[in-house]
């Protein structure tokens, strides 16, 4: 064979060695952009991002409360901020959510300090008859999280601390914890993160005494949204079983 027709064909087989690998790596591309993105600098980021440990990611913005008690207005503590409720199980035991306000029972420690016609519960003052039937009389409440973020806050603590004793007055019955994110990052990567969050809710609770047993960590990543924003989506919320 002559040797320009050599050095041809060598030509042509690195040119179809190099197309298919180029193939294969533009395949196992992710349809959406990383979790978080590599930067050098702050301007390197968008949509608001800060370049933190060379990855772009929200600015940590300090905690506005870290209790309900801390909010006015009726407003909850969600995720370190001071935000309008969206259901009862927000409010705490015996509160109603009312056009985005929560309506809190009175605080008691005995049943003295509530109307003849009400027990205090909870540490609340509630009417005995209004507690359901046929199920668990207390309510497990969501908590919610940080960007990126699987750490338990100290705005939640005290919803878990009411949830821990709700567990523990109906031993009888298990709950599924339910993990949840935001759409931002891959499909993968979210349920990894769902995963993460439901699993340190589940391990708080068992520090605080509730048996493992009884709490089923399910990812759903961000299959579920809250349809009230990004806020409401980074969440773990309790479902009984």
């Given amino acids: 064979m002559p040797r320009a027709t050599t050095r041809s064909l060598a030509i042509l087989v690195a040119a179809i060695a190099v197309g298919l690998a ?25 949509n608001g991002l800060v370049c933190i440990n060379k990855e772009c990611k929200e600015k940590p913005v300090k905690a506005e409360c870290t209790k309900d008690d801390d909010c ?36 008691c420690s005995k049943d003295e300090d509530c109307a ?16 359901g039937a046929g199920g668990p009389a207390c ?8 960007f ?26 298990a709950c599924y914890v339910v993990g949840h994110t ?24 068992a520090r605080l005494g509730v048996d493992p047993a009884r709490l089923q960590v399910v990812p759903k990543g961000e299959t579920e949204p809250s349809g009230q924003g990004d806020e409401k989506d980074r969440r773990v919320e309790f479902q009984w079983r």
């Fill in 22 to 46: 180029c193939a294969v790596l533009l395949a196992g591309c992710p349809s959406k952009k990383p979790k978080t993105p590599a930067c050098g600098s702050d301007e390197d980021c968008k």
């Fill in 72 to 107: 006015g207005d009726g407003k909850v503590c969600l995720g370190g901020k001071c935000q309008k409720c969206a259901s009862d199980d927000q409010c705490g035991p015996g509160g109603k959510c009312q056009a985005g306000a929560c309506e809190r029972p009175k605080k």
């Fill in 116 to 131: 003849d016609d009400e027990d205090c519960i909870d540490g609340v003052c509630q009417k005995p008859w209004q507690q």
């Fill in 139 to 146: 309510p497990l409440s969501p908590v919610y999280f940080a």
């Fill in 148 to 173: 990126d973020d699987a750490s338990i806050q100290a705005s939640e603590r005290d919803r878990l601390d009411g949830n821990a004793a709700c567990l523990e007055k109906t031993k009888g019955k």
């Fill in 182 to 205: 935001d759409s931002t990052g891959t499909e993968e990567y979210n349920i990894a993160l769902s995963e993460r969050r439901g699993q340190t809710v589940a391990d708080y609770l």
